[in-house]
């Protein structure tokens, strides 16, 4: 049999289902100008800056110069290494919160904003998966696909699963237990009201810190073709079009924190997620490997367990 992903028809569910992928199975700014000017943070008072700031947050990213990113192996555009530029260490975490019951993923890696590709371990709660912790998982990002390995619930210890997220009902924002780096960004792309909070700090970096919402399906419009599959499947697939944001930019207009609020609401409780990825060193080489046909599971993954946040929901969580 081959692996099947779960399509649930309640959203309440697919987040208990998708959103902690491994506790499910219970074993799981602005760019500069041509004269060089910081356009978009020129007036922190104007409001129409601050939203061209925050919508440009992707391009941004993918035009810092530094680092070199490598990619070989199946499905790449060939071996070898290639000039590479917004390469950035990713600090991620994933609350969600339904039916009293809160979890929270962990995850850390690197990520390649040019070729949107990255390699990051997802540490689940420490008695998620019962009496036995389980293993970090690996998680290799690419356009269009999501890679695990140490997935669980039947699959090999040596063998990958490769899920599609142009086919998932959240386009893999949350399936992971982590918001895919570029994903986050993108998802500003779709900001419509935006107001300035004021300067903080973060990592010990000046940063301006944005607050609003953004729409999800203008983000699947504006995003990059790379993205734009898997946003345009979460704007189908969410109960709700509007994500809640705040972001932090740096002089350079740079995201290096966002953290997005996303609500889901059906037969069951409102399931409440919270994502956070964070940005620094950036400039770090990235190196990701993506599976051959041989390492990646073809088989069944066990389906029918339930987590608590689903016994409260009424929903198996199953993928």
Not at 75 to 84: F, I, M, Q, W
Not at 185 to 195: K, Y
Not at 204 to 222: L, P, Q
């Amino acid at each position: 049999m081959v692996v099947q992903q779960h399509r649930s028809g309640s959203r309440a569910r697919a987040v208990c289902a998708l959103a902690v992928v491994g506790v499910m199975a219970a074993t799981a700014g602005c760019a500069r100008d041509s004269d060089g000017g910081d356009r978009a943070m020129a007036d922190e008072r104007d409001g129409a800056g601050s939203l061209d700031a925050v919508r440009r947050a992707a391009e941004v990213l993918a035009e810092t110069v530094g680092g070199t990113g490598v990619m070989t192996g199946a499905g790449t555009h060939g071996a070898g290494a290639r000039p590479a530029a917004g390469t950035a260490e990713v600090r991620t975490s994933m609350e969600t919160a339904a039916g009293g019951t809160r979890l929270t993923i962990r995850g850390r890696g690197t990520y390649d904003f040019r070729n949107q590709t990255g390699r990051l371990t997802v540490v689940l709660p420490k008695d998620a998966a019962g009496a036995v912790e389980h293993r970090p998982i690996t998680e290799l990002l690419a356009p269009g696909a999501l890679y695990m390995m140490n997935r669980g619930a039947g699959v090999p210890a040596d063998k990958w699963v490769r899920i599609d997220t142009t086919t998932l009902e959240d386009g893999n924002l949350v399936t992971g237990g982590v918001t895919d780096p570029m994903a986050a960004a993108e998802l500003l792309r779709g900001a419509q009201q935006v107001t300035y909070v004021g300067r903080t700090g973060f990592a010990g970096v000046a940063v301006r810190h944005y607050r609003g919402t953004a729409r999800i399906g203008r983000a699947a419009r504006e995003a990059s073709p790379a993205s734009r599959g898997a946003l345009s499947a979460a704007a189908k697939g969410f109960h709700t079009d509007t994500v809640v944001f705040d972001a932090y930019l740096d002089e350079q207009g740079r995201l290096r924190k966002v953290r997005h609020r996303f609500s889901f609401a059906n037969r069951g409780p409102v399931v409440e997620v919270v994502s956070t990825t964070l940005l620094t060193g950036f400039g770090v080489p990235v190196s990701v490997r993506l599976p051959d046909d041989r390492d990646i599971y073809t088989g069944r993954i066990q389906q029918g367990r339930w987590t608590a946040a689903d016994r409260r929901s009424g929903a198996a969580a199953r993928t």
